[in-house]
Nanobody
């Protein structure tokens, strides 16, 4: 079973930055895509950023220009750099990985932005 372990969440003031990490138990090259979703209380999970196997990266409209996703194959890790944080970015951030029809999720890491 694939395991994804996130870290890096926390409390930050508006305008600040954080970097989230997601370490996979298998080579990230084996996945069709990896990335990040987030879920605010009472809302559905929404895409934040996704990286396809070829390197193409797409972002949710609300984070474009502020968040950057990247990956390190040697460390089996994907990252999410969060800049210019707003109170609306407060959510639980989940790492995901997809391989064929299978999807795998991390346990989530809380990001709280104080105004």
């Amino acid at each position: 079973q694939v395991q994804l372990v996130e870290s890096g969440g926390g409390l930050v003031q508006a305008g600040g930055s954080l970097r989230l990490s997601c370490v996979a138990s298998e080579s990230i090259g084996s996945f069709n895509s990896m990335g990040w979703y987030r879920q605010r209380p009472g809302e559905q999970r929404e895409l934040v950023a996704g990286i396809r196997a070829g390197g193409f990266t797409n972002y949710g409209d609300s984070v474009k220009g502020r968040f950057t996703a990247s990956r390190d194959h040697d460390k089996n890790t994907v990252y999410l750099e969060l800049n210019s944080l707003k109170s609306d970015d407060t959510a639980v951030y989940y790492c995901y990985a997809r391989r064929g029809a299978d999807s795998f999720w991390g346990q989530g890491t809380q990001v709280t932005v104080s105004s």
